[in-house]
């Protein structure tokens, strides 16, 4: 048999090439995430050069784990809900004016409260508040303030529109009632009247109407900033070091496993498997935690 060099003869002694194989490759992939969680957090997600970066840099890296949510199922449920709960309201709110009544209010309310959470939880806390967390990247930070800043006007001016329609469905009924029609036409105009004069709502349930969707959309805005990491692209690269570290583990408890039964190489791969994935865990748990 021809002789082979010792960085090939060793292989000889391998009981399971393939899975060895396959352990080297999860090594590598999770190696490789771990050194993008570790960059991100030198270059606060590639607002600092890295090829700059020193000690003495006076930009510290990001020194917490991330903050995010395991699972999304909640904030889709409270936004559903809010949806729901405020187009239920509002659908009371409409249908005194509405020819269909009840449906015809919920028409009218459905779509007014979908756009006044969905619009708060993606445009203002999802991409307005979030971007404002990074420091380091002026330009995101100063486009998402004013971002920030334009979708509250416009969501302040919907709900105030919607207060100011219930306002005038209200006094197209009572005109309506008297048997006068020369007004009834107002009611067609409710941004008119809310830009003319914003806060001259004349009725309580309009007050509610107002008090009720601003409140919503505040809760909305929250629920947006909150479904990832403040610092944009920081959760997800994280979630995917998480995946690469449990794949990582799931090797070495199958390594393990029959540990008297590996050859020296299997054994020194296993040991640089197990530093790399207590290095990993180390790091996950944030930067204050890393020895």
């Not at 909640?74 to 004016?97: C, K, M, P, Q, R």
């Not at 969501?155 to 008297?178: G, M, Y």
């Not at 809310?194 to 919503?216: C, R, S, W």
């Not at 020194?268 to 994935?277: C, I, N, P, R, S």
Request: with cysteine; net charge negative.
């Amino acid at each position: 048999m021809t002789d082979l060099p010792p960085d090939l003869a060793e292989f000889r002694d391998v009981r399971a090439p393939s899975e060895m194989i396959a352990l080297g490759r999860t090594i590598s992939l999770a190696a490789a995430r771990h050194q993008d969680l570790l960059k991100f957090r030198r270059t606060w997600g590639g607002a600092v050069d890295d090829s700059e970066f020193t000690a003495e840099t006076a930009i510290k890296p990001i020194d917490r784990a991330a903050i995010y949510p395991k699972s999304h199922i909640l904030h889709f449920s409270v936004l559903a809900s809010l949806v729901l709960f405020e187009g239920l309201a509002n659908a009371y709110f409409f249908s005194t004016g509405s020819d269909l009544g009840l449906l015809g209010g919920w028409l009218q309310a459905i779509t007014v409260s979908f756009t006044n959470v969905i619009a708060a939880f993606f445009l203002v806390g999802f991409l307005g508040l979030r971007h404002m967390s990074n420091p380091h990247k002026r330009v995101h930070a100063g486009l998402a303030a004013i971002g920030v800043g334009i979708g509250a006007i416009t969501l302040l001016a919907l709900n105030l529109s919607a207060a100011h329609f219930r306002d005038l469905l209200e006094f197209n009924a009572a005109t309506l009632a008297v048997g006068a029609g020369d007004v009834t036409g107002l009611v067609l105009t409710p941004v008119s009247a809310a830009i003319a004069n914003p806060f001259g709502i004349e009725t309580l349930e309009a007050l509610l109407l107002l008090v009720l969707g601003t409140t919503f959309a505040v809760i909305a805005a929250f629920k947006g900033r909150t479904f990832d990491d403040a610092i944009p692209g920081y959760g997800g690269v994280t979630r995917r070091l998480e995946t690469a570290a449990g794949d990582l583990e799931k090797a070495l408890e199958a390594g393990w496993k029959e540990a008297k039964k590996l050859s020296q190489h299997e054994l020194e791969q296993l040991v640089e498997a197990k530093e790399l994935h207590d290095e990993i865990c180390r790091d996950l748990a944030g930067p204050s935690n890393h020895r």
